[in-house]
C-alpha cells in the first residue's frame, strides 16, 4: 500500500528538512549544469514526485507543473509553479500531447508496486508531446544491495535495465541510460562544497566509482 500524505509529510520532515538549504544549491548546479540539456527554457515541465521542488523551482522552464502527495509540498513551491496534489497513477489533469518533458527523481521506488509504475509511464507518455523526453533518476539496486531497503518507504525495486525494459514496452524510444550517475543519497551524507560537486558532474569517470544512482532518458515517438 502507499503511504497516506500524513505519512508522507511526517516521513519527508524527518527525512529532508535538515539538508533542504544544502540540497537547493545542489540542484541549482545539476538543473543548470547538466539537466538543462533536455530540457531548454521555452518548454514545459512536470516535475513527477516533486518533494520540496529542488527541481521544478531551479530548472529554467516557460511552464511549470509539480504533482505530489505530500501536503507541507505547496510551502516549499516557487510561485511559478502549478501544482497537482494527487496520485500520479490516476489520470493526469492535462490535455494529451501538453509536456516537453517530465522529470523525476527518485520516486518511482516509492510507488506500491510495479502496475502503479506502468500506470504512471503511460499517462507520462500520454500528456507528453511527441518526441517530448521523460528523464528518470533513481537508485540502482544492482548496486545498493540491502541499502536500498534502509529506507522505509521504499517499495519497488528497480534498476536501470528493468526501468528501460518497462518504459518500452509502454512505447518509449530510449535515447540514453547511464547505470552510474549520482550518489545514493544526500541523506545523513557529508555536505560537499558546491566546488566539488561541479568537479563530480563535469567528470563522468568519478560516476563510475561513486555513482549508484541510475538515469534514464527516453522520448515519446514522433510518429
Known amino acids: 500500500m502507499t503511504n497516506t500524505p500524513r505519512e508522507l509529510s511526517r516521513i519527508y520532515h524527518r527525512r529532508f528538512i535538515r539538508t533542504a538549504e544544502y540540497r537547493g544549491k545542489v540542484w541549482q548546479i545539476l538543473t543548470s549544469g547538466f539537466f538543462s540539456r533536455w530540457i531548454l527554457p521555452e518548454f514545459t515541465v512536470l516535475d513527477l514526485g516533486c518533494g520540496y521542488g529542488e527541481f521544478i523551482n531551479n530548472i529554467a ?120 550517475f549520482l550518489p545514493f543519497t544526500m541523506v545523513k551524507a557529508p555536505e560537499y562544497p558546491m566546488i566539488l560537486v561541479k568537479l563530480y558532474i563535469a567528470l563522468p569517470w568519478l560516476w563510475w566509482l561513486k555513482g549508484r544512482q541510475f538515469l534514464i532518458v527516453a522520448a515519446k515517438p514522433r510518429a
Open 61 to 180: 522552464a516557460r511552464k511549470k507543473y509539480a504533482m505530489d502527495l505530500n501536503p507541507d509540498v505547496p510551502e516549499f513551491l516557487a510561485q511559478d509553479v502549478e501544482l497537482f496534489h494527487q496520485d500520479c497513477s490516476a489520470p493526469w489533469p492535462l490535455q494529451d500531447n501538453t509536456l516537453d518533458a517530465v522529470f523525476s527523481s527518485n520516486f518511482f521506488e516509492h510507488l506500491p508496486d510495479k502496475e502503479a509504475v506502468n500506470r504512471t509511464l503511460r499517462e507520462a507518455q500520454r500528456c507528453l508531446k511527441p518526441g517530448g523526453r521523460l528523464i528518470a533518476l533513481g537508485p540502482n539496486i544492482k548496486y545498493l544491495h540491502g541499502e536500498y531497503w534502509d529506507f522505509y518507504d521504499h517499495h519497488v525495486y528497480l534498476t536501470e535495465a528493468s526501468l528501460g525494459e518497462a518504459m518500452e514496452i509502454e512505447g518509449y524510444q530510449i535515447e540514453e541510460i547511464i547505470p552510474r
